[in-house]
């Protein structure tokens, strides 16, 4: 191995720590007794570990109830940007749709557009709707992403034409040949587009914190914030304790998938 080979290695190390570290120190602390995480000594490691915050996150807040909002809005989100996407692509890549190259354009400029500008309109509607406090506004302004579209027609542009050609010959009909032959052929893509649609929408605080005041109806990153006194203190332990168990459903979902996300990013084209 040479020495550049090695120099490369040593900094895709270092890297790893850099993005690892802060997950392990938020493990550490979980386990660490309020006197040690208040001692102004640096460690590692709890000298004496306990799961003591894990116990007062699940009774200071209600952390199962947040969980389960999480859970339903992520996978709701997730499965209805993935079949949008999945009919607006087949759409615009794949159908003879009059105009299909300005509603791509259309669908890609929402991209540009920053989640912010369109918060207070949606809120406003939400709001008029006297919908706050529910699920359907937590999910409902999320069911179409520019994102979605864009990569999926991307991923279809580059399906070979002999395979639509076929069922088109066979008698499919347009809706048999995107779920008879279309989505199968690119289930990797779809996996992939999910777990970044699930972690994104697991993520999310500045949405949720608008339109779910109800303890009862708000969501894992907004429910955390309960550790937080009002006299300017921090419960730190119970506050990590709760991201650690946060990250799992979303930890998990990416190293479960992994292999799809990595290999659409490979595989996918800009085909034209």
């Given at each position: 191995m040479g020495a550049?080979?090695?120099g490369v290695h040593v900094l895709l190390v270092a890297a790893c720590l850099l993005v690892v570290f802060p997950m392990f120190w938020m493990f550490s602390t979980a386990l660490k007794p309020p006197p040690e995480i208040f001692a102004g000594t640096f460690r590692l490691w709890p000298s004496a570990a306990t799961?003591?915050?894990f116990t007062t996150a699940l009774t200071q807040v209600p952390m199962l109830r947040l969980f389960w909002n999480s859970l339903v809005v992520a996978a709701v989100v997730t499965a209805a940007q993935i079949l949008t996407s999945a009919l607006a692509a087949y759409a615009c890549a794949i159908l003879r749709v009059p105009g299909q190259r300005v509603w791509f354009a259309l669908f890609v400029a929402t991209m540009m557009v920053p989640s912010q500008v369109t918060?207070?309109?949606n809120y406003l509607l939400i709001a008029r709707f006297e919908l706050l406090n529910t699920y359907t506004a937590l999910i409902v302004p999320q069911v179409v992403t520019g994102y979605?579209?864009?990569?999926l027609r991307q991923t279809f542009?580059?399906?070979?034409?002999s395979l639509v050609e076929a069922g088109i010959l066979d008698g499919a009909s347009s809706w048999q040949v995107l779920w008879r032959i279309v989505v199968p052929t690119t289930r990797t893509a779809l996996a992939a587009l999910s777990v970044l649609f699930f972690i994104n929408t697991w993520n999310q605080y500045l949405w949720p914190l608008l339109v779910a005041n109800d303890k009862y109806m708000r969501t894992l990153p907004v429910g955390m914030q309960e550790f937080v006194s009002l006299e300017g203190g921090t419960n730190w332990g119970p506050l990590m304790a709760a991201a650690t168990m946060a990250i799992v459903p979303a930890l998990l979902a990416y190293v479960v998938a992994q292999r799809y996300v990595l290999e659409s990013f490979v595989t996918a084209g800009l085909k034209e």
């Open positions: 550049s080979a090695r799961l003591q915050n918060m207070i309109p979605g579209i864009f990569m542009k580059n399906l070979p034409t």
